[in-house]
């Protein structure tokens, strides 16, 4: 007697040289995404540090009109105090990195009114340790002044003004934000 074959019903799904080669493909995908994921979030911590920074600005000019007093913004340490020229937040960096302030001065007294804590994967550069409003307009005291962001550790993919940021405060008291390097033509 001769049997007959009853074919085997393929099932639905995928073998396993399918499935391994669609798992080294991701795998590639991903390793190929990851210096472009890196360089996305670093961008956007340093435009938000940007941000942030004029959104403190436009602030602290608001109070100075506000209260009819000083109002300065500043470089702070650990404590919540000024840092002075020169010296260094609690990380070691003499930039605006270890975070700032925003104080009220009124009859010698100086009150807290806003904190924005440390971001040590964003280097904040300014030649000036603190910018002070004045009433009645909110102008700030000296001249044209300037902030420098940038990665603190920039890699290849972050390399270049285009991960820059500058944010410019005119004498006037107002501040804006501009892509790419203070010294960059705009």
Not at 47 to 69: I, N
Not at 96 to 113: D, I, K, P, Y
Not at 149 to 165: E, I, K, M, V
């Amino acid at each position: 007697m001769k049997m007959n074959a009853v074919p085997v019903p393929r099932g639905d799904g995928f073998t396993l040289v399918e499935t391994l080669v669609a798992i080294a493909m991701l795998a590639v995908l991903a390793v190929l995404a990851t210096p472009s994921f890196f360089a996305w979030r670093v961008r956007d911590q340093v435009d938000a540090r940007a941000k942030a920074l004029v959104s403190t600005l436009v602030f602290a000019r608001g109070e100075a009109v506000r209260r009819s007093a000083r109002v300065t913004v500043c470089r702070i340490d650990s404590a919540l105090h000024c840092l002075a020229a020169g010296k260094p937040c609690p990380a070691g960096t003499a930039d605006w990195s270890c975070g700032w302030a925003v104080m009220s001065e009124r009859a010698g007294r100086s009150s807290l009114l806003r904190v924005l804590p440390d971001l040590a994967a964003v280097s904040v550069t300014g030649t000036l340790t603190d910018v002070a409003f004045t009433p009645p307009a909110g102008q700030v005291i000296g001249s044209f002044r300037s902030f420098e962001f940038a990665p603190r550790s920039p890699s290849a993919a972050t390399r270049g003004d285009r991960w820059r940021r500058c944010v410019r405060i005119a004498a006037g008291g107002r501040a804006r934000v501009i892509e790419g390097a203070c010294g960059a033509s705009s």
